[in-house]
Nanobody, 123 residues
Framework: QVQLVESGGGLVQAGGSLRLSCAASGRTFSNYAMGWFRQAPGKEREFVTYINWSGGSTYYADSVKGRFTISRDNAKNTMYLQMNSLKPEDTAIYYC????????????????WGQGTQVTVSS
């Protein structure tokens, strides 16, 4: 069993930066792959980025590649999402997830989810 809590969301202007955190509790955090997903009003949940159990492999959606960076610190049981050059279309609730997905972009294949944190980017 793993419990996840996101933090760090807020309101920023276009072009600004924000750093999200996902704190995990429970056993053997380092055994799980992790991902970030987001959901904007009136739209379906979409994949943002993925990191494997060791942090040695990452994958990004085309919409955020070059602007967002995912990382993890297994000793601190925490995953991070550094978001730079933010755009209004990045506005959404951001969720962290953990598990052993067969496909990194498939949200329904993750086992554990946080409650979400709101990110709003103004123009």
């Amino acid at each position: 069993q793993v419990q996840l809590v996101e933090s760090g969301g807020g309101l920023v202007q276009a072009g600004g930066s924000l750093r999200l955190s996902c704190a995990a509790s429970g056993r053997t955090f380092s055994n799980y792959a992790m991902g970030w997903f987001r959901q904007a009003p009136g739209k379906e949940r979409e994949f943002v980025t993925y990191i494997n159990w060791s942090g040695g492999s990452t994958y990004y959606a085309d919409s955020v590649k070059g602007r967002f960076t995912i990382s993890r610190d297994n000793a601190k049981n925490t995953m991070y999402l550094q978001m730079n050059s933010l755009k209004p279309e990045d506005t959404a609730i951001y969720y962290c997830a953990a598990g052993w997905p067969g496909t990194a972009v498939a949200g329904h294949e993750y086992d554990y989810w946080g409650q979400g944190t709101q990110v709003t980017v103004s123009s």
